[in-house]
């Protein structure tokens, strides 16, 4: 439950009472600053509490905006100023230093706030109205400036994210967030319809895997519905203010669920057509992953730099202001909308293997020049990293036991290198790994002894702290060469269900990878080190895949593949899902790069 207490005189025909109720509050009329501090206290300490000036004249949104999100501990707008449960000491604290004020002012008592270190929220308004006039000449105009503005329509215009691909912006939010405001007025949450969206690309993925034409049309267009539902989601969270942990667990690991499920099915359809797509799928799925990881990982080790500058950097920002250049340049990346309507589209009117083709093209040009941007970048910026960044850095790398052990060894030798050297050391050993895991044949030592190079190389290349220039490309090295091992072991292995084993370990392996980015987003950290350890890091899972082809036959390999799948899955999962129904979690909202 929360409160709101109106302070000062009361105002003749205000239906600001009335707005709050509106907005979930329970209302209390304070008097005097005795009395307000009186009704603070008899809140109970775990709800939100409003302090609102009763002269307050603005848009319903405004007071919505300020005090409902449930993201930020203390928010203010002019004539507002809310505390959540953790911010209710300070809120006190606050309410004493202005004591002397014969009326509690919420803006005094939210600069108060700041003043004590508590960070206060304050949403940007736009054309919203927030006032609180000091006489009735101001009044009258604050309330024609009201009128003057449809706070339902800023609010639904407002639901759509800031920043979204081309097809995202143009073909779906225009109807998909009248979508999101039919699901606010009928009760639903946003995790409902992120549900909705995952079963939906679920019955997609089934439907793609019947291998009939009729089959691939109907998949197309779920996908796309699902896809709709994806969108709406966010939109009606943003729409009605409903964030949760849950929900940015759920909106952040679905979209890769959803997509990797698709690719598994149209694999399934195709192979009752007689034609053995999993290894594209596989690929399309390593090549996808390991995009995400590039700008995870340029993300972090940028995100707080010192002297954060270079041309290239102030070339793209250039080329931003540029309507027709900005659409163009989000577009040739290939975002999450362009590709699922892609996949859509190529699915009800082709084969599997015309989408998969298209999508490893597609991707594959993607990834060159969003890295050969970043590369730029940070070969053409002069900056600093930062103790956090390499942290991030480093819990991106996945290293395990074995790589840990030879990188306390093996730091002396490191040290003197050159700054190029952590970047170079792995692509030589992931390098090796993957060609000699394609061109060995199937049960050869070579692979395991190139396994057992690259748990030395992987050492050495986080040796020492990740604050080089182009350090941020190890971790995306360690996925492609982990991901490209076991797709290239499974082909050796030419045997049915080895590489849908493979498609399912590297999905497993995936999503820890997924999990431990988004809570270094939501400052909390990377996953345990025992989790890490149970699962063997990057090197020790892609040892054990080595030796099991090695030692077994092909296939009682693809059984232990499956076996290792189902128990990192399980392992991972676990402690994923104990994590972010956690007090602890963060609240992730993706609001950025569209992926």
Request: net charge neutral.
């Amino acid at each position: 439950m929360s409160t709101a207490i109106l302070t000062g005189p009361p105002v003749p025909g205000s239906s600001l009472e009335a707005d709050l109720r509106s907005l979930g509050f329970d209302v209390r009329v304070s008097p005097g600053a005795g009395r307000t501090a009186e009704l603070i206290a008899a809140v109970p300490a775990a709800d939100r509490v409003a302090v609102v000036d009763a002269r307050f004249v603005g848009h319903v949104h405004s007071l919505r905006l300020a005090l409902t999100d449930p993201r930020f501990p203390a928010a203010a707008v002019p004539g507002a100023v809310t505390a959540r449960p953790e911010a209710r000491a300070a809120l006190a604290r606050a309410l004493d230093a202005t004591a002397g004020n014969d009326t509690v002012v919420p803006d005094a008592l939210a600069g108060a706030l700041g003043e004590q270190g508590t960070a206060v929220h304050r949403p940007e308004l736009g054309s919203l109205v927030a006032t609180v006039p000091g006489d009735p000449q101001a009044r009258n105009e604050a309330r024609q400036s009201v009128a003057a503005v449809d706070d339902e329509a800023v609010r639904l215009r407002s639901s759509v994210k800031a920043r979204d691909g081309f097809f995202t912006t143009h073909c779906v939010s225009p109807y998909s967030r009248h979508l999101a405001r039919w699901c606010a007025r009928r009760g639903f949450t946003p995790n409902q319809v992120t549900t909705a969206s995952l079963i939906t690309a679920l019955i997609a993925a089934g439907a793609a895997a019947t291998g009939t034409r009729g089959g691939f049309v109907a998949a197309g267009v779920l996908l796309l519905l699902s896809f709709v539902l994806d969108c709406a989601d966010g939109q009606l969270a943003r729409y009605s203010l409903q964030y949760s942990t849950l929900g940015a667990w759920l909106d952040a690991t679905f979209d890769r669920a959803k997509e990797y499920a698709y690719y598994a099915g149209l694999a399934l359809g195709a192979a009752r057509g007689g034609d053995d797509v999993w290894a594209l799928a596989l690929g399309a799925m390593v090549l996808q992953t390991c995009r995400h990881v590039v700008d995870f990982s340029f993300n972090e080790a940028n995100h707080d730099a010192v002297s954060n500058t270079s041309p290239t950097a102030a070339l793209s920002d250039k080329l931003d202001s540029v309507g027709w250049t900005v659409w163009v340049r989000r577009m040739i990346v290939l975002p999450i909308g362009e590709r699922w309507a892609m996949i859509a589209v190529l699915t009800a009117l082709t084969t599997p293997r015309i989408v998969f083709w298209a999508l490893l093209v597609g991707c594959g040009f993607a990834a060159c020049y969003t890295t050969a941007g970043r590369l730029l970048r940070s070969l053409t910026r002069r900056a600093r990293r930062t103790d956090r960044a390499a942290g991030a850095l480093a819990d991106l790398a996945d290293s395990g036991p074995l790589a840990q052990a030879v990188a306390r060894a093996g730091r002396p030798l490191v040290r003197p290198l050159p700054a190029m050297a952590p970047p170079v050391i792995a692509l030589i050993g992931g390098g090796a790994l993957v060609a000699t895991a394609a061109l060995a044949e199937y049960g050869s030592p070579w692979p395991v002894l190139a396994a057992a190079v690259y748990v030395i190389t992987s050492g050495l290349a986080v040796a020492r702290p990740l604050k080089g220039a182009l350090d941020w490309l190890v971790p995306p090295v360690f996925r492609a060469a982990e991901y490209g091992a076991v797709l290239a072991l499974a082909v050796r292995a030419d045997t049915p269900g080895a590489l849908p084993a493979a498609f399912g370990l590297v999905s497993a392996v995936a999503y820890h990878h997924y999990d431990t980015v988004y809570r270094i987003r939501g400052g909390t950290g990377a996953p345990p080190q025992w989790l890490v350890r149970v699962i063997g890091g990057h090197e020790g899972r892609i040892t054990a895949v080595a030796l099991l082809a090695a030692l077994m036959a092909a296939t009682d390999f693809t059984t232990a593949l499956t076996a290792l799948a189902v128990i990192v899955a399980l392992v991972v999962l676990v402690e994923s899902i104990r994590f972010w129904v956690s007090s602890s979690a963060p609240a992730v909202h993706d609001e950025g790069e569209p992926a």
